[in-house]
Structure formats: C-alpha cells, structure tokens
C-alpha cells in the first residue's frame, strides 16, 4: 500500500518544494514508485520536474473539479523517474469554485483511490498557507512532513501548524499523524540556528528526521534546469542530504514492518 505523505508549512519558502522534488528524485532512485502532487498554484514541483506549466491542457485543477481523472493528468517525468500530477496558476481557481461543493476537503482523497496500487509514495507538495487545497492535501495524507528553518519564528509557526494538523486529525482524518521535521537550508556555523535545532529535538524527540539538509546552491540552481539536483550535480552536498532523508525514510519503515 502506498504512503501518502503532505509536506507542508504555512510558511513561505521554507523548502517544501525543494524536498518534495529531490526526495521524490531520490526515492526514485531507489526504485521506489513515485508519485509527486503539485498542490500549489505556483507550479513550482511541476517547473522544477521538467514540466513547463504553460503547455499544460490538463492539470490537477480537472482533478479537483472532477473533469479528469489522475490517470489522465499525470505525467511521466521520464528523466527524474517518478510521475508528477501537475498544477498551474489555474488551481487557484479550485480555491473558489469548490467552495460549495459537498466534501470538498476530500476531493484528492477520493480521486487517489484508484491508483493507490501503483505507487510506494505519494509525495502533496502543498502551498504555503492553510487553505482548502493544503486541507485537501492534510485530508489525502496519512501523515505530514514540516520543512523547517532553524529560525526563531519558525517555532511559532509550527504551534500553529501542530494545532492544525490536530484539527484535521479530530474532525477529518483520524489517521493523520506527523512523520517528521526537516531541518532545511541549515548552517551549522549559526548559532541562533544550533540553537532552535537544539530546541526541536528536546520537544519533538525522535520525530525531528536525523538528516539535516544543508543550505547548498546546488539545491538552489536545479529547478533552473528543471531537473531534480540528483541530476544536475549527483555529488553534492544537497543531493546527497536528500539521498540520505530517503534512506532515513525507507530504514524507518523497515523498521515499522518489522516491530509491528
Ligand atoms: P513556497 O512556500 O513559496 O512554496 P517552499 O517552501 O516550497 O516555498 P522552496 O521553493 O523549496 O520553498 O525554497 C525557497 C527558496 O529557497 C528557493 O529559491 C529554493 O531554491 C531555495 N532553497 C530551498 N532549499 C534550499 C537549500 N537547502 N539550499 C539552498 N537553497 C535552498
Ligand atoms: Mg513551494
């Protein structure tokens, strides 16, 4: 069965779609079957697959709308090894017009039923706020990454963000749990950053990811190619954080398996 993971934070440009991309690159690699969700009206998983978002005739916004389905708006990002259910600026739209339709928090979960079979990992790259799509996003998911900076804001944000996901869990999906923290674009030699780190573990515990993805420019300058950094420069620092977050993952749930 497949693991539907949101990555999500209402904050901007914390590194969501940085890691939804390499980590679907990198779970790729390792012969996972992936499928990445764009959720955000940016498009910015979908440019940063190698899918230019203005050629698009149908995209995740049918989806929603229940014109499509995904089998018919995927596409195979053939050099990145996983599919990618694309988003442009046209999924703003869903925002509004699904408003008063009945379970319109739901509208991903149900149209993700018939293909959960044939992928290991369903990757939602989610926007950055807590509105009706990211809700569609928490309501699909089984459970939640939060991309982080270590920055001092960055803790408060998050109580927002826990309480929601509570929220979600007590009226829409019981089974939502939070898979893990991710400490991205982080600087060891900064302080101030040692020491919100510091701080998430003694609260989080062992749900911080023991990967930490370093700021690297190489992360930076791939989704200019449109490639994964995985195939933009396969040694670098930030690749190989990525490939090691898979690896955390894929360990963890061995370990799942194996305990239960
Ligand atoms: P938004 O909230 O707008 O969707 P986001 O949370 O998806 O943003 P990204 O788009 O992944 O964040 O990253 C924001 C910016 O930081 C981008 O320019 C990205 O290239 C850069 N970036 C992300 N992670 C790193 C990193 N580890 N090292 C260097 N640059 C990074
Ligand atoms: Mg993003």
Redesign the pocket.
């Known amino acids: 069965m497949s693991k539907i993971l949101a990555i999500t934070?209402q904050k901007?440009?914390?590194?969501?779609?940085?890691?939804s991309v390499n980590l679907a690159a990198s779970l790729g690699a390792a012969k996972q079957r992936v499928l990445l969700i764009d959720l955000?009206p940016?498009g910015?998983a979908t440019m940063g697959s190698g899918i230019n978002k203005a050629d698009l005739e149908v995209t995740i916004y049918h989806v929603l709308m229940g014109e499509k389905t995904i089998v018919e708006a995927r596409v195979q990002s053939g050099t990145c090894k996983y599919d990618v259910l694309p988003a442009n600026r046209e999924l703003a739209g869903a925002e509004i017009e699904l408003v008063d339709v009945e379970g319109r928090e739901m509208r991903l979960k149900e149209e993700l039923l018939p293909i959960l079979h044939e992928y290991d990992y369903i990757l939602v790259?989610c926007?950055?706020a807590l509105n009706l799509l990211t809700l569609n996003g928490l309501c699909a998911a089984k459970s939640v990454m939060i991309?982080m900076q270590c920055e001092y804001y960055a803790l408060e944000g998050l109580s927002d963000l826990v309480n929601t996901i509570r929220k979600v869990r007590e009226n829409l999906n019981p089974e939502l749990e939070i898979e893990g923290l991710l400490r991205?674009?982080f600087d060891p030699r900064n302080a101030l950053a040692q020491q919100v780190s510091d701080q998430l573990q003694q609260h989080f515990g062992d749900k911080v990811y023991r990967t930490v993805?370093?700021?690297?420019?190489r992360?930076?300058e791939a989704?200019s190619f449109g490639i994964p950094a995985l195939y933009h420069d396969s040694q670098s620092k930030?690749t190989l954080a990525y490939l090691a977050l898979a690896g955390e993952m894929l360990n963890n749930a061995t370990a799942q398996v194996t305990t239960s």
Not at 12 to 19: A, H, N, S
């Open positions: 934070n901007g440009g914390v590194g969501k779609t940085t890691t955000d940016q910015n790259d926007p950055p991309p991205t674009m993805i370093p700021r690297n420019v992360l930076a989704p930030g």
